[in-house]
Nanobody, 120 residues
Framework: VQLQASGGGLVQPGGSLRLSCVASGSIYRVNVMGWYRQAPGKQRDLVAS???????TYADFVKGRFTISRDRVKDTVYLQMNSLRPEDTAVYFC???????????????WGQGTLVTVSS
């Protein structure tokens, strides 16, 4: 199973970006999908996650500004980021777990990361 993230870029403070991440390969079922971020010299932190039943969880530092959503048919997860701040600058990674492959077995996959830079 592979994850492909896209949508990063340079945005001014207060602006918005939408990240997308699509899972592909031999997938039986995707369970939780999520977004993490890692700023230079810092650890990778959970930003938001969403279950197969659309229950979303957010880190305190993005509550009210970011929205996670998913398309179960397309095995895609989105992160709508509004009111961006310079401290949101980081590489954003998508993650998904579930079952896939032949024979079917659990997987925990990561995307390659997409850079978000918030600067004037």
């Amino acid at each position: 199973v592979q994850l492909q993230a896209s949508g990063g870029g340079l945005v001014q403070p207060g602006g918005s970006l939408r990240l997308s991440c699509v899972a592909s390969g031999s997938i039986y079922r995707v369970n939780v999908m999520g977004w993490y971020r890692q700023a230079p010299g810092k650890q990778r932190d959970l930003v938001a996650s969403i279950t197969r039943g659309n229950n979303a969880t957010y880190a305190d530092f993005v509550k009210g500004r970011f929205t996670i959503s998913r398309d179960r048919v397309k095995d895609t997860v989105y992160l709508q980021m509004n009111s961006l701040r310079p401290e949101d600058t980081a590489v954003y990674f998508c993650n998904a777990d579930g079952h896939g492959g032949r024979p079917v077995r659990p997987f925990d996959a990561w995307g390659q990361g997409t850079l978000v830079t918030v600067s004037s």
